[in-house]
């Protein structure tokens, strides 16, 4: 059974960073993309940034120039670098794993709050 782990979110005051790790354990079939959500309270999840296998990645332009997402794919591990937080980047932020094979593997999340 695949299971998603994701680590470091926490309290940070506006324009702090904090760094978020993700670690994947279990079999799955080899990874196409592995990506970072949140969901903050009342809205819908929406995609932070995304990095495919071959290294392209995309990012939400509302965190463009501000955080940076990494990953290792050999070690199924991704990372989600965030500066310069804002009180509005405040949610639940999960990690997502697409596989070759369509399949879609989610973790918990982990919250991240900032205060003013």
């Known amino acids: 059974q695949v299971q998603l782990v994701e680590s470091g979110g926490g309290v940070v005051q506006a324009g702090g960073s904090l760094r978020l790790s993700c670690a994947a354990s279990g079999s799955m079939l080899s990874i196409r993309a592995m990506g970072w959500y949140r969901q903050a309270p009342g809205k819908q999840r929406e995609l932070v940034a995304r990095?495919?296998?071959?290294?392209?990645?995309n990012y939400a332009d509302f965190v463009k120039g501000r955080f940076t997402i990494s990953g290792d794919n050999a070690k199924r591990t991704v990372y989600l670098q965030m500066n310069s937080l804002k009180p509005e980047d405040a949610a639940v932020y999960s990690c997502n794993f697409l596989t070759l094979g369509g399949e879609n593997y989610w973790g918990k999340g982990t919250l991240v709050t900032v205060s003013s």
């Open positions: 990095i495919w296998t071959g290294g392209g990645t």
